[in-house]
């Protein structure tokens, strides 16, 4: 634990949430991997890049389960608006 007037960066809860965040991204990553398993130049586009902030942000940051969530809510969204 941190002490009364410790810095935040070194506290358990900020570190926790930080590896929450990039958990979630990760797990992002890999489902779209599923989706798509062939690797291309386009997998590391902007485009993509911002999907998966927009996965994130829809599922909760820092939950797992938001970023199931968040994944499936795209690609729902997605093929809504594709018809």
Do not use: Y
């Amino acid at each position: 634990m941190c002490p009364v007037g410790g810095n935040l960066i070194e506290s358990d809860w900020f570190l926790s949430r930080k590896a929450g965040f990039w958990l979630t991204a990760v797990f992002a990553d890999f489902l779209h991997t599923i989706h798509q398993p062939i690797v291309s130049p386009n997998v590391a586009s902007l485009g993509w890049a911002v999907a998966a902030l927009f996965i994130i942000l829809m599922g909760g940051v820092g939950t797992l389960s938001g970023a199931i969530l968040g994944a499936f809510l795209f690609r729902l969204l997605e093929n809504v608006l594709d018809r």
